[in-house]
């Protein structure tokens, strides 16, 4: 006797939705209940952000308030105060080419024709150069803006790459010096990898910000700004250190064996053997660990920094807005969410390319 | 003297004294120059200030505490705040990540489509940032005269106001113990090691030491009761102001809901990836054994993920307890604001930093020690762990 074996027919659309979220009574009033939370949830927020919202200053932060909904006013009124800071009016475009500069540097080098080490070097190098001399001015005939006119978008964005950039190389050192074979060494600096990672990123901060300038002799201070970068650079390199470590580790020690073979000096080997295989390994956490710094970068406003978040504090701390903290508070977590959001939707990606490229 | 460094060995230790020679050196010259500045301010160096009274008070503690405490005592109770806050948040994010990553592992599309949402709008924008929200929508919430309420809890701008036992404190410590053990002796018991009897017996024996320890809270409950006031004090006006109850200042509720949303959207992560990392043979083999889905969940799929999870857990709750320093975005006397006061306010900057790193470290260590002991213990002996 022959069997045989006929595929079901193919579920009707009704079924099919049945299925999916009817198929016990459990599942039916899961459903039902996501369903209503979801329709709550977007009708109020839609209600809120976009029916009854105001979003024109015409009437003034009176009719604003007057409103039901959101008072996206405030945003038209002090956009420049959340982007800018404390730059001043006349030089804006400046600050904002500045952050145009950085965004474009980072997509960048987010594409693999620009991932060998000289062209990442030299876009990030060149970019941000650029960012400094738009920043700064006193050449090609822009006007001098000292650092402590700085604020908004562009002062995050300055910390978030000048932090990569110092702590980047800093982590590559940190992770050869931790994998050492002279003991006192890697033990030496595992001690000061250790040490970084258990403290608040807070309290570093604070440390370098405030107690520093007691411990270093006078010429060496440097501006405050500097001095939390770096402090900032070198939390993010303790961190990446660790990562940078892991992905020499999955490095077949038959690699260095054979490259050591072929009598390669040690540069050699690190530099052409050992860096690009573990980097390829290490690129998925790398990028998360780029993606929590961004978010870090917020807590320098602690320090006193007149960066994004604190100035939209400022955005509505004065006069007439005070009321409208919410709206501020979306749009910057707006602005947030853009940046780390794409940052880590592209780590995903990377993630999921190497593992197809790995079968 | 050529030859010498032509040596390895010679050329190796050479390198490793220069390296940790210069690091000490460094160091070094900056603790000398600091003791040098702080001098010349008229603050000398050492640890005497640690018995002088501080002056300035702290805003929530756990310990009585007046301006005329000495430093120690200040520097015990940030501890204890941080500690505190840093448990609050961790009890409450473990409970917000498991619903979201339960939501997201389900087979209900709405479920997940719910948890990836929340999972992504907030892991994305930064915890000060949602620290500060959160403050000011707590701070900009009615003043008590016209406060919501709901349930005998009252939302107002001075904090939340909850029902509360009328007990004194040290007995609602010993209350809070009670049902602690109510919750860890039987988990306790539930080592095979423990207890050779068989697994219903086991169970028996489990629900009564919990019940036993439940009773323990509720007698010393009704022991420590203030004199003729009902069991629960709920709070209510009087005049301008709330009486009774609990009261939860803004700085900790902000604080403490923060690193509930934003922790819980991290831990909900990590029970994803620990559901996602039980093998579906196991989950498969359970089904065709005939148990429910319930027990499939309960018996195989939860201890696994739960071995899988435990690690990264860990590092998290570390993490978690060092977001605590967001206290002084808004204020919260954590352990980290104090060692700042007492930098502003007695200018032992030196000391304060040194005790900071150490207190850290201490966290951290114990921390990581309880986790590694916990991790051990429910470990699989042998090989039984493979999809």
């Known amino acids: 006797?022959?069997?045989?074996?006929?595929?079901?027919?193919?579920?009707?659309?009704?079924?099919?939705l049945r299925r999916r979220f009817f198929a016990t009574p459990l599942q039916a009033v899961l459903s039902l209940a996501c369903l209503a939370i979801m329709v709550f949830l977007v009708w109020k927020l839609l209600n809120w952000a976009v029916f009854s919202a105001v979003f024109t200053t015409?009437?003034?932060?009176?009719?604003?308030?007057?409103?039901?909904?959101a008072c996206w006013s405030v945003i038209a009124a002090r956009w420049r105060i959340i982007f800018f800071g404390l730059y001043p009016y006349e030089e804006q475009w400046r600050s904002a080419l500045a952050c145009v500069a950085v965004v474009v540097m980072t997509v960048l080098s987010c594409i693999p024709a620009f991932w060998t080490g000289r062209r990442i070097a030299l876009v990030w190098g060149a970019g941000t150069s650029l960012f400094y001399v738009l920043m700064k001015g006193g050449v090609l005939g822009l006007a001098h803006v000292g650092e402590e006119a700085w604020g908004g978008l562009a002062l995050t964005l300055f910390i978030f790459v000048t932090t990569c950039l110092i702590g980047f190389p800093l982590a590559i050192c940190l992770a050869?010096?931790?994998?050492?074979?002279?003991?006192?060494?890697?033990?030496?600096?595992?001690?000061?990898?250790?040490?970084?990672?258990?403290?608040?990123?807070?309290?570093?901060?604070?440390?370098?910000?405030?107690v520093l300038p007691f411990a270093l002799p006078q010429w060496l201070q440097g501006d405050k700004l500097y001095r939390v970068i770096l402090g900032s650079a070198l939390f993010f390199s303790a961190y990446q250190a660790e990562i940078v470590r892991g992905g020499m580790q999955g490095v077949a020690t038959g690699q260095e064996e054979a490259a050591m073979a072929l009598?390669?000096?040690?540069?050699?080997?690190?530099?052409?053997?050992?860096l690009p295989q573990a980097m390829r390994n290490a690129m998925p956490a790398t990028i998360n660990q780029?993606?929590?710094?961004?978010?870090?970068?917020?807590?320098?406003?602690?320090?006193?920094?007149?960066?994004?978040?604190?100035?939209?504090?400022?955005?509505?701390?004065?006069?007439?807005?005070?009321?409208?903290?919410v709206e501020v508070y979306a749009f910057i977590a707006f602005i947030y969410f853009i940046f780390v959001f794409s940052l880590s939707r592209y780590g995903a990606f990377l993630e999921r390319r190497m593992s197809v490229s790995e079968r | 003297m050529v030859s010498l460094l032509r040596n390895q060995k010679v050329r190796n230790a050479l390198l490793q004294v220069l390296y940790v020679g210069s690091i000490a050196a460094m160091v070094l010259a900056g603790i000398v120059i600091a003791r040098r500045n702080l001098a010349d301010q008229g603050i000398t160096s050492g640890f005497d200030f640690l018995f002088k009274s501080t002056g300035w008070d702290v805003n929530f503690s756990l310990l009585p505490a007046t301006a005329n405490d000495p430093y120690w005592w200040y520097f015990l109770i940030g501890i204890i705040n941080t500690l505190f806050l840093g448990s609050v948040g961790l009890i409450l994010a473990t409970i917000v990540g498991t619903i979201v990553g339960l939501a997201r592992t389900s087979s209900n599309d709405l479920a997940r489509l719910l948890g990836r949402t929340y999972v992504d709008i907030f892991r994305n924008i930064p915890l000060i940032l949602q620290v500060f929200f959160w403050y000011a929508i707590i701070t900009h919430l009615p003043t008590p005269r016209s406060a919501h309420e709901a349930w005998g809890f009252l939302l107002t701008s001075r904090g939340l106001y909850i029902?509360?036992?009328?007990?004194?404190?040290?007995?609602?410590?010993?209350?809070?113990?009670?049902?602690?053990?109510?919750?860890v002796l039987p988990a306790w018991l539930g080592r095979t090691s423990r207890l050779a009897q068989p697994i219903g017996q086991r169970r028996t024996i489990q629900f009564a030491a919990a019940?036993?320890?439940?009773?323990?809270?509720?007698?010393?409950?009704?022991?420590?009761?203030?004199?003729?006031?009902?069991?629960?004090?709920?709070?209510?006006?009087?005049?301008?102001?709330?009486?009774?109850?609990?009261?939860?200042?803004?700085?900790?509720?902000?604080?403490?809901?923060?690193?509930?949303?934003?922790?819980?959207?991290?831990?909900?992560?990590?029970?994803?990836?620990?559901?996602?990392?039980?093998?579906?043979?196991?989950?498969?083999a359970a089904l065709s054994l005939g148990l429910s889905p319930w027990r499939v969940f309960t018996l195989v799929r939860l201890p696994l993920a739960l071995r899988a999870m435990l690690p990264i857990l860990a590092n998290q709750y570390v993490w978690l307890m060092k977001a605590t320093t967001m206290g002084i975005a808004v204020g919260f006397t954590d352990f980290f604001m104090i060692v700042a006061l007492t930098i502003n306010h007695s200018g032992q900057t030196l000391e304060a930093i040194g005790i900071l790193m150490a207190g850290f470290l201490a966290i951290n260590l114990s921390l990581a020690a309880v986790f590694n002991r916990i991790n051990k213990a429910i470990a699989l002996k042998g090989n039984q762990l493979r999809g």
């Open chain 2, 211 to 284: 019940a036993a320890a439940l009773a323990c809270a509720a007698i010393i409950l009704a022991i420590g009761r203030m004199p003729d006031t009902p069991l629960l004090d709920f709070p209510a006006l009087q005049g301008l102001n709330l009486r009774g109850g609990l009261r939860i200042p803004p700085e900790f509720a902000t604080l403490a809901i923060a690193i509930a949303i934003y922790g819980g959207s991290y831990i909900a992560e990590i029970v994803r990836g620990g559901f996602k990392a039980v093998g579906t043979g196991q989950v498969e």
């Open chain 1, 263 to 274: 009598g390669m000096r040690y540069w050699q080997r690190v530099s052409r053997i050992l």
């Open chain 1, 58 to 69: 015409s009437g003034g932060p009176e009719a604003c308030q007057a409103a039901a909904g």
């Open chain 2, 163 to 183: 029902p509360f036992p009328n007990v004194g404190s040290a007995a609602f410590a010993a209350a809070t113990l009670a049902v602690i053990a109510a919750i």
């Open chain 1, 1 to 16: 006797m022959e069997m045989v074996v006929v595929a079901p027919p193919a579920p009707g659309r009704l079924e099919d």
């Open chain 1, 290 to 325: 780029f993606v929590i710094s961004f978010k870090e970068t917020s807590l320098v406003v602690i320090v006193g920094f007149f960066e994004i978040l604190a100035s939209g504090n400022a955005a509505y701390g004065t006069g007439e807005w005070r009321f409208a903290y």
């Open chain 1, 176 to 210: 050869l010096l931790r994998r050492s074979e002279l003991p006192w060494i890697s033990r030496t600096t595992g001690l000061i990898i250790d040490g970084v990672r258990s403290l608040p990123l807070i309290s570093i901060l604070f440390t370098f910000a405030v």
